[in-house]
DNA sequence: CATCCACGGGAATCAGCGGTAG
DNA sequence: CTACCGCTGATTCCCGTGGATG
């Protein structure tokens, strides 16, 4: 049934991309300055999740490095290194310049001071999900790298603009924007399609059910893949050689759960304690959350650490902190 | 206005790990 | 082999800040 993997796995990038012709040379215009040593313009990557951005990005720049020869870059996911230091710590690492940097010891700018001495080629940089980036400084610190070029992808533009200040508005505001819209369905289809062709065996899903699953991710084609995927699993493993209109049916809800699953098993046994304290009992207070907690496990942690753990779990979307101060309440997502 | 409660930054402390000198 | 050292990540302690609350 399945017979190459890699092609259902989320951070597989295809030869060539579909649907996204008009972005790709959009992308590829402002980062051309590359081809002759220069910096390009700092470009914007906007639209909702699954709508190809990330795809899109990292393809470009693949693109791009099969016609420069002389060329550094490197993908960071802000969602995972969100910190001013992980993003910078990634930065170098990408560079070879991360020997002898200790997390303790090294003095507040030292890794900025590092990367400004950076001299090679051009440096072309995604940061994904900048909204998750708690430290926005970082951005205009890239902005006046002369050898950096950034790509940036957020959701919502609103939403990024107003954690920026002045300074880094107003830079930002004339950078090159591109958006991306979600896929309508016949598109997903067809990326669907060319999916099942190279990692699936001979018709092993129809028309029909594929329409089912993009139907299901509602435009979104990152939970189209990973609906196909969990579908080609559970055909496997019950031993059939095609995916069925039930199976599809089966496969939804954990296509759609996949991610978060793995994030809760992430979670220690303290953490954990917590999001199913959440998930039992809807909305808490600070104050209510940490007794139930306190009574659930053995040896429970003290507050400060609960708070780090909440907004860890936060960053990772699973739990929503609303209202501040006394106001403050937590949930699951 | 005093008090309460929660947030989150920063320093101090702890525990585990790998390397190494004796 | 063992004691010790240096490093790191996790946790705790301490505390300033700030919006309710009475």
């Given at each position: ?277 959440l998930q039992e009992a809807g909305e808490l ?44 309440t937590y949930r699951p997502?």
């Open positions: 049934m399945i017979r190459d993997a890699r092609v259902l796995q989320p951070q597989f990038i295809p030869d060539e991309v579909e649907h996204r012709n008009p972005e790709v040379n959009r992308l590829s215009d402002t980062l051309q300055p590359i081809m002759d040593g220069r910096p390009g313009e700092t470009s914007l990557l906007l639209g909702p999740s699954g709508a190809g951005k990330t795809c899109i990005a990292k393809y470009t720049l693949e693109r791009l490095r099969e016609n420069v020869l002389d060329i550094n870059t490197q993908y960071v996911n802000c969602w995972q290194d969100y910190t001013r230091f992980q993003v910078l710590y990634r930065l170098l690492d990408a560079v070879d310049r991360t020997v002898d940097v200790h997390r303790r010891s090294t003095p507040k700018d030292e890794l900025l001071d590092r990367l400004r001495e950076y001299d090679g080629p051009q440096f072309v940089v995604i940061l994904d999900e900048v909204d998750q980036l708690e430290d926005k400084s970082v951005l205009y610190d890239l902005y006046r790298m002369p050898s950096i070029t950034t790509v940036l992808i957020a959701n919502r533009e609103q939403e990024l603009f107003s954690q920026l200040d002045d300074r880094l508005t107003s830079r930002l505001q004339t950078c090159v924007r591109i958006s991306f819209d979600k896929y309508p369905l016949d598109e997903l289809v067809s990326i669907l399609g060319a999916r099942a062709r190279w990692g699936l065996a001979e018709d092993a899903i129809d028309e029909q059910e594929l329409a089912l699953v993009a139907d299901a991710a509602a435009g979104d084609a990152r939970v189209a893949i990973s609906i196909l995927r969990n579908a080609a699993r559970r055909a496997d493993q019950d031993g059939r050689d095609r995916i069925t209109t039930d199976v599809v049916r089966a496969a939804v809800p954990e296509g759609r759960d996949e991610v978060r699953q793995k994030t809760v098993e992430q979670l220690t046994p303290h953490q954990r304690a917590l999001y199913d304290i207070s600070p104050g209510d959350l940490y007794d139930r907690y306190a009574e659930r496990v053995d040896d429970p942690k003290t507050r400060r650490t609960v708070r780090n753990y909440l907004s860890k779990m936060d960053h990772y979307r699973l739990v929503v902190a609303e209202g501040k101060n006394r106001a403050r997502r």
